[in-house]
């Protein structure tokens, strides 16, 4: 039902209380390095993980006090049913292109990639953060080993 999944992406969006202080050394980090972060997530409405991570990262995103991270959705991922062992089991003309990619190699939603401004892969975040972490402090790992 969409009208229950905007409820719970709304309702995780607004009880998120991301780390503050993981945000700002983000934030000093970016500015240090004078870098900015595409941030590109993968997901789909039927997918309980997307449902809690998604609004949380949007959540982080907007918390932040700077311009200089950039966060796209791609959503409307499917699987395929029929899909034959050993191969990718999104569906392929029913996913977006990027479910595909050999380049994004997803094997997981929610997967958040995170970018340099020239486009250089970072790392990712699949399906949930890290046992004990939260993705604000998934993020700044991330950058902090390879920006």
């Known amino acids: 039902n969409l ?28 500015l240090d390095k004078n870098q900015k972060l595409k941030i590109v997530a993968l997901g789909a409405d039927w997918c309980p993980d997307c449902t809690i991570n998604v609004p949380k990262m949007i ?48 094997e997981k939603i929610p997967t958040f990639y995170i970018f340099n401004k020239e486009g250089d892969y ?3 975040i699949i399906e949930n953060p890290k046992l004990g972490s939260t993705l604000e402090k998934d993020t700044l790992e991330i950058i902090e080993e390879n920006l």
């Open 122 to 124: 970072l790392g990712a």
């Open 59 to 106: 959540k982080i995103t907007k918390s932040m006090n700077i311009t200089d991270v950039d966060l796209q959705i791609l959503y409307g991922i499917m699987v395929d049913g029929f899909h034959k062992s050993g191969l990718k089991i999104w569906h392929k003309t029913r996913s977006p292109p990027e479910a595909l990619n050999p380049k994004f190699n997803l």
């Open 3 to 30: 009208e229950t999944y905007e409820n719970r992406v709304k309702s995780t969006y607004e009880s998120y209380k991301p780390n503050v202080d993981i945000l700002e050394k983000i934030e000093h980090l970016l």
